[in-house]
């Protein structure tokens, strides 16, 4: 493959393009040449050399190495290969790797030179910036002179016609010396565009290096974070501790045990450990505490020298020098405008004057043109050109002279400026670096001081563990009673079950047995009852102590865990012992009623309350279970404790404040029943009064009507429910029963009305009374009036019965409406009981993963401890093998490693598998480093050999290009003469192609790309059939063009068959794969064909 470099040209406003380089560079050589032959270009790889600012375009494809581009930039740049550090984008670029590994090359891609022996802090700092102007190329023209240049005017005998060429010759001496001035200002210009571009592009580069460092500084700051944050969290925990020791001591001294508990030796908490050791260990921990802490100050002051000096770099920014140069830049592009304005001013004056004097040699024959006209033209036009427009130019020339000098300095500022930012950031890269290795120390030594603190710890846990034990012992006791429980309700339903199988298979022998002999029915086993089950659940936890939920404060008080809520576990207890007393002592016949029983011998009240004390209890292990430290207000695990405990409190006090609701409205509800039943009772025995009092009235009205009607109404309105026997108000009416209170008149009328009632009652009677001798006619009348008035009256009061009876069947409505409520509220209850069920399995859950956790990461530390030893013996191995490697010289590489192999051999360790196999692989690698060394030498033998053959084919090259010239000089010629031309480049068809016979036999074309173009045997019959020898060269026209490709011939088992395959497959001894074309010419006519006689 071939690689071709050039520098990217330069825009100006005009149209113009000027190439950074004079010529075009090929570079062959440092990329590896395809098998074809055949130039591969995949995209433009842009180069930015940060130091100067220098760029390089590269034509080169996906499957160069990246050592190739740094061979080549070594050559060009001066910088050593191994000095070189390239950067695209964020990634370093590899020697070994190709530029496909990048995504390389592709448009608009840009690679970034960093020369690493110039970051180092002893390197010296960069020289002024030297430019090489070419302004020397364009001198001013010598001033002219009528001896130098003489004109046919000079001799003429008007002194106007002798002035006309003077005139020109000045003219003209006026035009070279603007067109070189401006020249050499466009030289200047020119090569301040070029250091603003170059400016530009150190900047990218340093954007570039600033942030690669900014990637490493933020993972060495998310470091350095997480460090502090573990260290500030132990640091409080340790300090704690150590502050806190003679409380926490004092604490357990305050703490008796359980009079069960309680021996010879152990009378309080404090008694489980030794006291006597504890007064050192905590100075030995304190003056460990104050060292570690001292060693992390001075470690944070170091990070903070760090972050200092890296945001310090970050602020300082180099786009200010670039855009004071890029401005100054275009604030003198219109000097080169008025310059070429003033050119075009001289050159059109050139040109008039010229015409003037043709026309003067004109007019000189015919004496029609007055040459002092001309002359007198002229003059103006000189002193503009002397006064005006060549100060000008040449104050242009001077402008830009000085923007030279400043975009110089200002380069060689920029220079500086990028020389001690690079420095800067390769000792920060270098503080990164130590800070890092620092890392792994502190977390050691915080692992170690850990380790040290871990006796305090078990002081401060006493205390926490003893009160999660008594915890427990309530949950297990509460557990136990369930379980219980859910056995003994086991039981009744399975005698329920068996009862009602009894009833059924009785029933159904009562039913077949009519039909079916009992002999036969017993026969067939139908008289065969269902066993007793009996649930049997063996004593357990019997060894418990005898304590409840309300006695953990006063054994083990909360402040031995260092833990408060909003509610304590006292209050909480309380409430629930008081909701269990409601549950089982005033609502024993609700639950009973209601058929609430869950668990048998218990109400769903004691249930509920059993669950929520189990609850309890195992919340107050899981808070005693977290260190003392541990700041719940900031952790997500404290939060939920404290929600849980808090809700667990709610749920009590809602539970009770729901079952008093629930008592109050049932006696409510009972109440109103009893008033309704007395009122229908009352109801049915004046229906019954008023029954048998008719039937008296029908019997008696002829002997005392009167009195009996007057005692009728009496006793209705005696059982009208107003008044009792006794005279005095019934009290156990109800409210909603109760007429409304009236004044007097209303209760005559209610009076009068009653007596209406049993009137009306008596004259539907089946026996009329006869009428009445002894009143008299007005009293008739009245009496006849009082009895119409009496039945309208008893049909009023008849509505109002229907109405107390709709109101009554409206009131048994809302009793079965009260009753779907409460069963309601019944299923709700029994909801929450479930939730509460849910809740401990969750806190069992939780508890059981915790201990997995635990357990991982035990194992997990164990496997740390064995990884970090092996990891140090294989660091050991690795300094000898790095010792190995940084021996000079290939020979004593491979005599180290040989050593190193076999001191390892000699040591093996049996034990350690890793050992092991890294001492196998450095064997191996000493046997292959110890081949490579004898390839190496033989390399060097065939690279001898090589040079040699090298320079016999490079004589031969020498001859055939001599051979070449030769044939191209006649080709030349034979193109004047047929009016064609020969094509030296990628023939095609159609055109004329030049055949020279090779040493092979074979017609091979000349050819500047590509050697692989031969004559077929079909054009080689066709020109040199009628010549008695083969010529040298034959010239034709391209008719037709064959790519082939040669293939590997087949295993034959003769050497004739073999000699043969291969000059089938292989026609012109090219290598397995190569690419070849076979062309086909025609004669061309007047072609002469030259034989080696002709030649010679």
Same mark, same amino acid.
């Given at each position: 493959?071939?690689?071709?470099?050039?520098?990217?040209?330069?825009?100006?406003?005009?149209?113009?393009?000027?190439?950074?380089?004079?010529?075009?560079?090929?570079?062959?050589?440092?990329?590896?040449?395809?098998?074809?032959?055949?130039?591969?270009?995949?995209?433009?790889?842009?180069?930015?050399?940060?130091?100067?600012?220098?760029?390089?375009?590269?034509?080169?494809?996906?499957?160069?190495?990246?050592?190739?581009?740094?061979?080549?930039?070594?050559?060009?740049?001066?910088?050593?290969?191994?000095?070189?550090?390239?950067?695209?984008?964020?990634?370093?670029?590899?020697?070994?790797?190709?530029?496909?590994?990048?995504?390389?090359?592709?448009?608009?891609?840009?690679?970034?030179?960093?020369?690493?022996?110039?970051?180092?802090?002893?390197?010296?700092?960069?020289?002024?910036?030297?430019?090489?102007?070419?302004?020397?190329?364009?001198?001013?023209?010598?001033?002219?002179?009528?001896?130098?240049?003489?004109?046919?005017?000079?001799?003429?005998?008007?002194?106007?016609?002798?002035?006309?060429?003077?005139?020109?010759?000045?003219?003209?001496?006026?035009?070279?010396?603007?067109?070189?001035?401006?020249?050499?200002?466009?030289?200047?210009?020119?090569?301040?565009?070029?250091?603003?571009?170059?400016?530009?592009?150190?900047?990218?580069?340093?954007? +570039?290096?600033?942030?690669?460092?900014?990637?490493?500084?933020?993972?060495?700051?998310?470091?350095?974070?997480?460090?502090?944050?573990?260290?500030?969290?132990?640091?409080?925990?340790?300090?704690?501790?150590?502050?806190?020791?003679?409380?926490?001591?004092?604490?357990?001294?305050?703490?008796?045990?359980?009079?069960?508990?309680?021996?010879?030796?152990?009378?309080?908490?404090?008694?489980?450990?030794?006291?006597?050791?504890?007064?050192?260990?905590?100075?030995?921990?304190?003056?460990?505490?104050?060292?570690?802490?001292?060693?992390?100050?001075?470690?944070?002051?170091?990070?903070?020298?760090?972050?200092?000096?890296?945001?310090?770099?970050?602020?300082?920014?180099?786009?200010?020098?670039?855009?004071?140069?890029?401005?100054?830049?275009?604030?003198?592009?219109?000097?080169?405008?008025?310059?070429?304005?003033?050119?075009?001013?001289?050159?059109?004056?050139?040109?008039?004057?010229?015409?003037?004097?043709?026309?003067?040699?004109?007019?000189?024959?015919?004496?029609?043109?007055?040459?002092?006209?001309?002359?007198? #033209?002229?003059?103006?036009?000189?002193?503009?050109?002397?006064?005006?427009?060549?100060?000008?130019?040449?104050?242009?020339?001077?402008?830009?002279?000085?923007?030279? +000098?400043?975009?110089?300095?200002?380069?060689?500022?920029?220079?500086?400026?990028?020389?001690?930012?690079?420095?800067?950031?390769?000792?920060?890269?270098?503080?990164?670096?130590?800070?890092?290795?620092?890392?792994?120390?502190?977390?050691?030594?915080?692992?170690?001081?850990?380790?040290?603190?871990?006796?305090?710890?078990?002081?401060?846990?006493?205390?926490?563990?003893?009160?999660?034990?008594?915890?427990?012992?309530?949950?297990?006791?509460?557990?136990?009673?369930?379980?219980?429980?859910?056995?003994?309700?086991?039981?009744?339903?399975? #005698?329920?079950?068996?009862?009602?199988?009894?009833?059924?298979?009785?029933?159904?022998?009562?039913?077949?047995?009519?039909? +079916?002999?009992?002999?036969?029915?017993?026969?067939?086993?139908?008289?065969?009852?269902?066993?007793?089950?009996?649930?049997?659940?063996?004593?357990?936890?019997?060894?418990?102590?005898?304590?409840?939920?309300?006695?953990?404060?006063?054994?083990?008080?909360?402040?031995?865990?260092?833990?408060?809520?909003?509610?304590?576990?006292?209050?909480?207890?309380?409430?629930?012992?008081?909701?269990?007393?409601?549950?089982?002592?005033?609502?024993?016949?609700?639950?009973?009623?209601?058929?609430?029983?869950?668990?048998?011998?218990?109400?769903?009240?004691?249930?509920?309350?059993?669950?929520?004390?189990?609850?309890?209890?195992?919340?107050?292990?899981?808070?005693?279970?977290?260190?003392?430290?541990?700041?719940?207000?900031?952790?997500?695990?404290?939060?939920?404790?404290?929600?849980?405990?808090?809700?667990?409190?709610?749920?009590?006090?809602?539970?009770?404040?729901?079952?008093?609701?629930?008592?109050?409205?049932?006696?409510?509800?009972?109440?109103?029943?009893?008033?309704?039943?007395?009122?229908?009772?009352?109801?049915?025995?004046?229906?019954?009064?008023?029954?048998?009092?008719?039937?008296?009235?029908?019997?008696?009205?002829?002997?005392?009507?009167?009195?009996?009607?007057?005692?009728?109404?009496?006793?209705?309105?005696?059982?009208?429910?107003?008044?009792?026997?006794?005279?005095?108000?019934?009290?156990?009416?109800?409210?909603?029963?109760?007429?409304?209170?009236?004044?007097?008149?209303?209760?005559?009328?209610?009076?009068?009305?009653?007596?209406?009632?049993?009137? #009306?009652?008596?004259?539907?009677?089946?026996?009329?009374?006869?009428?009445?001798?002894?009143?008299?006619?007005?009293?008739?009348?009245?009496?006849?009036?009082?009895?119409?008035?009496?039945?309208?009256?008893?049909?009023?009061?008849?509505?109002?019965?229907?109405?107390?009876?709709?109101?009554?069947?409206?009131?048994?409505?809302?009793?079965?409406?009260?009753?779907?409520?409460?069963?309601?509220?019944?299923?709700?209850?029994?909801?929450?009981?479930?939730?509460?069920?849910?809740?401990?399995?969750?806190?069992?859950?939780?508890?059981?993963?915790?201990?997995?956790?635990?357990?991982?990461?035990?194992?997990?530390?164990?496997?740390?401890?064995?990884?970090?030893?092996?990891?140090?013996?294989?660091?050991?191995?690795?300094?000898?093998?790095?010792?190995?490697?940084?021996?000079?010289?290939?020979?004593?590489?491979?005599?180290?490693?040989?050593?190193?192999?076999?001191?390892?051999?000699?040591?093996?360790?049996?034990?350690?598998?890793?050992?092991?196999?890294?001492?196998?692989?450095?064997?191996?690698?000493?046997?292959?480093?110890?081949?490579?060394?004898?390839?190496?030498?033989?390399?060097?033998?065939?690279?001898?050999?090589?040079?040699?053959?090298?320079?016999?084919?490079?004589?031969?090259?020498?001859?055939?290009?001599?051979?070449?010239?030769?044939?191209?000089?006649?080709?030349?010629?034979?193109?004047?003469?047929?009016?064609?031309?020969?094509?030296?480049?990628?023939?095609?068809?159609?055109?004329?192609?030049?055949?020279?016979?090779?040493?092979?036999?074979?017609?091979? #074309?000349?050819?500047?790309?590509?050697?692989?173009?031969?004559?077929?045997?079909?054009?080689?019959?066709?020109?040199?059939?009628?010549?008695?020898?083969?010529?040298?060269?034959?010239?034709?026209?391209?008719?037709?063009?064959?790519?082939?490709?040669?293939?590997?011939?087949?295993?034959?088992?003769?050497?004739?068959?073999?000699?043969?395959?291969?000059?089938?497959?292989?026609?012109?001894?090219?290598?397995?794969?190569?690419?070849?074309?076979?062309?086909?010419?025609?004669?061309?006519?007047?072609?002469?064909?030259?034989?080696?006689?002709?030649?010679?």
């Amino acid at each position: 493959m071939c690689l071709v470099v050039y520098s990217p040209q330069k825009d100006f406003g005009d149209g113009e393009r000027v190439a950074g380089f004079d010529q075009i560079e090929s570079v062959e050589g440092f990329i590896k040449m395809s098998s074809s032959g055949n130039v591969i270009q995949r995209g433009k790889l842009l180069v930015h050399i940060a130091e100067n600012g220098h760029s390089f375009e590269l034509d080169c494809d996906e499957y160069a190495l990246v050592e190739s581009i740094q061979q080549y930039l070594e050559s060009v740049s001066g910088i050593r290969l191994n000095d070189q550090l390239l950067l695209y984008l964020d990634m370093k670029l590899e020697s070994q790797n190709p530029l496909s590994s990048y995504k390389l090359p592709s448009d608009g891609s840009e690679i970034f030179l960093f020369n690493k022996s110039k970051m180092r802090s002893n390197s010296a700092p960069p020289g002024p910036e030297e430019l090489e102007l070419s302004e020397n190329n364009y001198p001013d023209p010598q001033r002219p002179s009528s001896s130098h240049a003489p004109h046919p005017l000079d001799d003429a005998p008007d002194p106007a016609l002798k002035a006309l060429p003077s005139y020109e010759r000045q003219f003209r001496y006026h035009y070279q010396l603007g067109d070189a001035i401006y020249r050499r200002t466009l030289v200047k210009f020119e090569t301040c565009e070029r250091l603003a571009r170059e400016q530009r592009v150190q900047e990218k580069a340093l954007e +570039i290096a600033r942030g690669n460092l900014d990637h490493f500084y933020k993972m060495i700051l998310q470091n350095y974070m997480d460090f502090v944050k573990c260290y500030s969290q132990q640091q409080r925990t340790h300090s704690n501790l150590l502050v806190n020791f003679g409380r926490d001591l004092e604490r357990l001294r305050s703490v008796k045990l359980l009079p069960l508990l309680q021996t010879a030796d152990r009378k309080c908490l404090l008694d489980f450990v030794k006291e006597d050791n504890l007064q050192k260990m905590v100075d030995d921990c304190s003056n460990s505490h104050r060292q570690f802490e001292s060693k992390v100050g001075d470690f944070k002051q170091e990070f903070g020298d760090l972050k200092r000096s890296t945001e310090h770099l970050f602020s300082s920014k180099a786009s200010i020098l670039s855009r004071d140069l890029e401005r100054a830049v275009k604030e003198h592009e219109h000097h080169i405008d008025e310059q070429k304005s003033i050119l075009q001013a001289l050159s059109k004056d050139v040109r008039l004057v010229k015409k003037l004097v043709d026309d003067c040699l004109t007019s000189q024959l015919s004496n029609s043109l007055r040459p002092h006209d001309a002359v007198s #033209a002229l003059g103006p036009m000189y002193e503009g050109h002397e006064k005006s427009y060549l100060p000008k130019m040449q104050a242009c020339e001077l402008a830009i002279s000085n923007l030279l +000098i400043f975009c110089k300095n200002k380069k060689t500022e920029m220079n500086t400026f990028v020389h001690k930012y690079m420095q800067k950031i390769a000792y920060i890269q270098y503080t990164i670096k130590d800070v890092r290795y620092k890392f792994s120390v502190f977390t050691e030594a915080l692992k170690r001081q850990n380790d040290q603190f871990e006796h305090l710890k078990v002081v401060r846990g006493i205390g926490p563990a003893y009160r999660a034990c008594l915890a427990e012992i309530v949950r297990r006791k509460a557990s136990m009673k369930l379980y219980m429980g859910m056995a003994g309700q086991l039981a009744e339903r399975l #005698a329920t079950k068996r009862e009602s199988e009894i009833r059924r298979r009785e029933e159904f022998l009562k039913v077949n047995s009519l039909f +079916i002999p009992r002999d036969i029915l017993a026969s067939m086993g139908l008289y065969d009852t269902p066993s007793t089950c009996d649930v049997n659940v063996a004593p357990f936890d019997t060894n418990l102590l005898d304590i409840d939920i309300s006695d953990l404060d006063r054994f083990a008080p909360e402040h031995l865990v260092g833990l408060s809520f909003k509610k304590g576990s006292s209050s909480m207890s309380q409430d629930v012992e008081e909701s269990s007393e409601i549950g089982t002592e005033s609502y024993n016949d609700f639950v009973e009623a209601s058929e609430l029983v869950e668990i048998a011998g218990t109400s769903k009240l004691e249930v509920e309350n059993a669950k929520l004390k189990a609850e309890l209890a195992s919340t107050i292990a899981i808070l005693c279970s977290f260190s003392p430290d541990t700041e719940f207000e900031d952790s997500e695990v404290g939060n939920m404790l404290k929600d849980s405990a808090e809700k667990t409190a709610e749920a009590l006090r809602l539970k009770d404040e729901h079952e008093k609701h629930l008592v109050n409205m049932l006696k409510v509800k009972r109440l109103q029943c009893e008033s309704y039943e007395k009122r229908i009772k009352e109801l049915e025995n004046r229906l019954s009064d008023q029954y048998s009092f008719n039937q008296k009235l029908n019997k008696d009205a002829s002997s005392e009507p009167m009195d009996e009607a007057s005692y009728a109404s009496s006793s209705l309105l005696l059982k009208s429910g107003g008044i009792d026997s006794s005279g005095t108000m019934n009290p156990n009416l109800d409210s909603s029963m109760v007429e409304p209170t009236r004044d007097e008149k209303d209760e005559k009328d209610t009076m009068v009305a009653d007596v209406g009632m049993v009137l #009306a009652a008596s004259s539907t009677a089946d026996y009329m009374p006869p009428p009445l001798k002894s009143l008299t006619f007005d009293e008739q009348v009245k009496a006849s009036d009082l009895v119409v008035e009496l039945q309208n009256l008893l049909t009023e009061k008849s509505g109002q019965l229907n109405e107390t009876e709709t109101k009554l069947q409206a009131a048994m409505e809302e009793v079965a409406r009260l009753g779907a409520e409460l069963e309601i509220s019944q299923n709700l209850l029994e909801e929450s009981q479930m939730n509460c069920a849910h809740l401990e399995n969750c806190l069992h859950e939780a508890r059981d993963e915790a201990k997995t956790n635990l357990c991982a990461a035990d194992r997990r530390a164990s496997e740390y401890s064995t990884l970090r030893v092996s990891l140090v013996k294989i660091r050991t191995l690795f300094e000898r093998l790095k010792s190995c490697v940084s021996s000079g010289g290939v020979a004593g590489f491979a005599e180290s490693l040989r050593a190193l192999a076999q001191s390892l051999a000699n040591s093996a360790n049996d034990g350690d598998d890793g050992i092991n196999e890294f001492s196998e692989c450095v064997r191996v690698l000493a046997e292959k480093v110890g081949v490579l060394t004898r390839q190496r030498a033989e390399l060097i033998d065939r690279y001898t050999k090589m040079e040699t053959s090298h320079e016999q084919l490079t004589k031969e090259m020498e001859e055939k290009k001599d051979l070449v010239n030769t044939l191209y000089m006649k080709l030349q010629s034979e193109k004047q003469v047929n009016k064609e031309k020969i094509s030296f480049g990628r023939l095609e068809l159609h055109e004329i192609a030049a055949f020279v016979l090779n040493v092979a036999g074979h017609y091979e #074309a000349i050819n500047r790309n590509c050697t692989c173009y031969y004559l077929s045997s079909e054009s080689v019959a066709l020109f040199a059939d009628h010549l008695p020898h083969r010529p040298t060269y034959i010239v034709g026209q391209i008719v037709h063009i064959e790519r082939q490709t040669v293939k590997s011939s087949p295993v034959r088992t003769t050497n004739t068959t073999s000699s043969m395959g291969s000059s089938q497959f292989n026609p012109y001894g090219l290598p397995v794969g190569c690419e070849y074309f076979v062309v086909t010419v025609a004669m061309i006519p007047d072609t002469t064909i030259h034989s080696p006689t002709a030649a010679s």
